[in-house]
């Protein structure tokens, strides 16, 4: 199954609301990183989350990493049209090869 | 522009019929990866190289080549295509490892193999 695992699978709001979309892996990490695609495209790093960090801020973005938990959750606040996309997770193990291994998404659609 | 490119966008092909799919990042990078993505099964690594002449496989790489004779370049190759590898790829670049730095992908190729 995979490391890391978004919830939900999809997520449709309403312009301006705040989307909230979550990840949860299994093993220790060494970072954790959320990239936005949209449909059909390449995939666009949003932010790093190292495993001694808490929260960490990009514009309308925030992340939180929880590793007790082994958890994460990205949110985007005041959403826009522009941000309908899929999300997703990818970690870093600790263990292994150094290389990023990735969710299946969060599928979020921005309603106008 | 800092950027990966991949040729072709899209490619349809049958059975057995060797292909290439290129890559090439202007930034300088060592680390370059392949993904393919299909529905249900999300982002998987096909290969990765850390440098030039250092490639290793991924998770799924059978059927697969690569070389990176240059640090730029990172093709792919399907020496004898087969339905089950239609699929979205995409190739990736970053500094260092690939592990503590973004990635940077390219736009995709959509392979259908009839």
């Known amino acids: 199954s995979q490391q890391g695992e978004e919830d939900p699978q999809a997520l449709s709001i309403q312009e301006g609301e705040n989307a909230t979309m979550n990840c949860s892996y299994k093993?220790?990490?060494?970072?954790l990183q959320w990239y936005r695609q949209n449909s059909g495209r390449g995939l666009v790093h949003l932010i790093l989350?190292?495993?001694?960090?808490r929260e960490k801020h990009s514009g309308r973005l925030r992340v939180t990493l929880d590793t007790s938990k082994k958890s994460s959750s990205l949110l985007i606040t005041a959403s826009r049209a522009a941000d309908t996309a899929s999300y997703f997770c990818?970690?870093?193990?600790?263990?292994?090869?150094?290389?990023?291994?990735f969710g299946q998404g969060t599928r979020l659609t921005i309603n106008p | 522009e800092a950027q990966v490119t991949q040729n072709p966008r899209y490619l349809i092909t049958v059975t057995g019929k060797k292909l290439t799919v290129t890559c090439s990042q202007n930034?300088?990078?060592?680390?370059m990866s392949w993904y393919r993505q299909d529905p249900g099964l999300g982002l998987r690594q096909i290969y990765y190289?850390?440098?030039?002449?250092?490639?290793d496989k991924g998770d799924v790489p059978e059927g697969y080549k690569v070389s990176r004779k240059e640090k730029r370049n990172f093709p792919l190759i399907l020496e004898s295509p087969s339905p089950n590898q239609t699929s979205l790829y995409f190739c990736?670049?970053?500094f260092g490892t690939g592990a503590n730095s973004p990635l940077h992908f390219g736009n995709g190729t959509r392979l259908t193999v009839t």
């Open positions: 990736a670049s970053s």
């Open positions: 093993t220790s990490i060494n970072n």
């Open positions: 989350i190292r495993s001694n960090e």
């Open positions: 990818a970690t870093v193990l600790i263990q292994g090869a150094q290389k990023l291994v």
């Open positions: 930034m300088n990078h060592e680390y």
């Open positions: 190289s850390m440098n030039v002449e250092v490639t």
